[in-house]
């Protein structure tokens, strides 16, 4: 079964950064998809960040946080990782860690992150 833990949420002050994690578990071999989404509320869920396994450096990126979010990994501690820089007050939402594999798709439980004055 897989588990997703996300941390890292918090309130900063617009251009500032944040980098989010997502620590998991219960993926295991090649084929999988981890990405990150946003909601805020009343609206849809929105993607941020999408990587597929085999080759996680090919990361498709939502068109309103190209060129100023990257996500990463590290393998050795199962944990995807987003930097956010340049930070908007409309990035202001509730971000989700995603991931698919064997066709189960599993969400975490979500983080706030509030970008304001």
């Known amino acids: 079964q897989v588990q997703l833990v996300e941390s890292g949420g918090g309130v900063v002050q617009p251009g500032g950064s944040l980098s989010l994690s997502c620590a998991t578990s219960?993926?295991?071999?090649?084929?999988?998809?981890i990405g990150w989404f946003r909601q805020v509320a009343g609206k849809e869920r929105e993607l941020v960040a999408l990587?597929?396994?085999?080759?996680?450096?090919?990361?498709k990126y939502g068109d309103s946080v190209e060129a100023r979010f990257t996500m990463s990994f590290d393998f050795a501690k199962n944990t995807a990782y987003l930097q956010m820089n340049s930070l908007k007050p409309e990035d202001t939402a509730v971000y989700f860690c995603?991931?698919?594999?064997?066709?189960?798709?599993?969400w975490g439980q979500g983080t706030q992150v509030t970008v304001s004055s």
């Open positions: 219960g993926i295991t071999g090649d084929h999988y998809a």
């Open positions: 990587a597929t396994s085999p080759d996680p450096d090919r990361t």
């Open positions: 995603n991931a698919i594999f064997r066709d189960d798709t599993t």
